[in-house]
């Protein structure tokens, strides 16, 4: 198993910029794909952004593709997320995701959840 952690989160002005991170301990973190998602208060949880084992594959939500990056550093078990040009829509908990089988969107294709951090964009 892996234990994931995020932080970052915050409030923020629209148009500012955030970093979350997610940190990884147990099982050998490069084992695992990683996505984030977000979810407001009664809807889904939905595909933020995606990156494999090696780092070499990405794969963004067409609503944050070009404002935000997600990179890895598996020698320091971290995946970030970084967020620019924020917008109010973004607002919502963040939650990274480990993925044992290989990188996907969606929630059922994720073993393993942190405990979700808040992002908040005011107007």
């Known amino acids: 198993q892996v234990q994931l952690v995020e932080s970052g989160g915050g409030l923020v002005q629209a148009g500012g910029s955030l970093r979350l991170s997610c940190a990884a301990s147990g099982r050998t973190f490069s084992t695992y794909a990683v996505g984030w998602f977000r979810q407001t208060p009664g809807k889904e949880r939905d595909f933020v952004a995606g990156?494999?084992?090696?780092?070499?594959?990405?794969y963004y939500a067409d609503s944050v593709k070009g404002r935000f990056t997600i990179s890895r550093d598996n020698a320091k078990n971290t995946v970030v997320l970084q967020m620019n040009s924020l917008k109010p829509e973004d607002t919502a908990v963040y939650y990274c995701?480990?993925?044992?089988?290989?990188?996907?969107?969606?929630?059922?294709?994720?073993?393993?959840w942190g405990q979700g951090t808040q992002v908040t964009v005011s107007s």
């Open positions: 990156i494999n084992r090696s780092g070499g594959r990405t």
């Open positions: 995701a480990a993925n044992l089988y290989g990188l996907g969107s969606r929630t059922y294709e994720y073993n393993y």
